[in-house]
């Protein structure tokens, strides 16, 4: 690599971090591990970045409810929530948000985002083979592959997005049609 490209590379890699917010209990964390690490205090290490992995899934989990649209017309909503879910999720999150209209329908729409257990669900979700095998009927939702069910009697969707997000969107007295349009209305940049 020419001298001026490697200077380019390593300006933008010291320059990367200060982009973004840094919590000083994850960089203390971060540093602990790497201490712990360089003295052959393997356990410590591990428990420190774990613990630093932690914080940032904490970070990321009040962050990814901007996801989460406003109540469309006609619909009210209940704050959105959130959680990091350790151990429950494989790692990942979940967040969610109820929406109704007064005393005549509810939806809710839940994700689940960075889990290792959704490959397994993301798998059988993206062929439409297994798709059409549980009665589902495959659609597309901002361009991100979906699947629409009606086999309970009220519908769900099911949106796959950049392979580690799985989005549901569920109800009571709700048409596909508005499942729908709450799925175009998510605000998939903020994931």
């Known amino acids: 690599m020419k001298p001026l490209n490697l200077l380019f590379v390593v300006s933008l890699a010291l320059a990367a971090p200060l982009q973004a917010a840094e919590d000083p209990a994850v960089a203390e964390a971060i540093e602990a591990g790497l201490q712990h690490y360089r003295k052959g205090e393997l356990s410590q290490a591990s ?19 901007g996801v989460f ?70 659609i597309k939702v901002q361009g991100h592959n979906a699947m629409l069910s009606t086999e309970s009697g009220e519908p769900e969707l099911t949106v796959i997005v ?13 048409k596909a049609s508005e499942l729908q349009e709450f799925a175009n209305a998510l605000q998939l940049d903020k994931l």
């Open 162 to 174: 950049n392979g580690n997000a799985m989005f549901t969107l569920s109800g009571e007295g709700v």
């Open 69 to 138: 649209p406003e109540p469309l017309p006609g619909w009210q909503a209940d704050e959105p929530s959130s959680e990091s879910g350790g151990m429950m999720l494989g790692g990942g999150i979940n967040a969610s948000r109820h929406y109704y209209k007064e005393e005549s329908a509810q939806l809710e729409i839940e994700l689940v985002l960075d889990s290792p257990l959704l490959q397994s669900v993301m798998a059988m979700l993206t062929n439409p083979s297994m798709i059409a095998m549980s009665g589902g009927k495959l």
């Open 47 to 65: 428990s420190q970045l774990d613990y630093a992995s932690a914080l940032i899934r904490q970070q990321r989990a009040g962050e990814v409810v």
